[in-house]
């Protein structure tokens, strides 16, 4: 997960830093519909203590990357997080 422009971001994952709030934002088209959630939400604790914590150590996304060619295939995977979450940072930009 990296900051870009005040937003975290972990796979199609996003997050803002607390407090902040969303005026008109473009949404790249492949953002699910509900991933992003104001921090006021109930039952999101758990991801503003992750995106607190790994913003400060993981590099910056600040360039797009091609998506994976096997992208489609997790698409509606539930669980991803548990199976596939690493505190190894990527590689960034």
Known sequence: M???NGIARTGNQFALPQGVR???LPVEPECPVDAIKPDTEPGLEK???LNREYA???P???AKKAAPADADTY???KGKFDKYF??????GD
């Open 47 to 49: 991801w503003l203590v």
């Open 86 to 91: 690493s505190p190894k940072p990527g590689e």
């Open 60 to 62: 910056n996304i600040t």
């Open 2 to 4: 990296g900051w870009q």
């Open 75 to 77: 698409r509606n995977e």
């Open 22 to 24: 969303l005026g008109i």
């Open 56 to 58: 400060e150590r993981w």
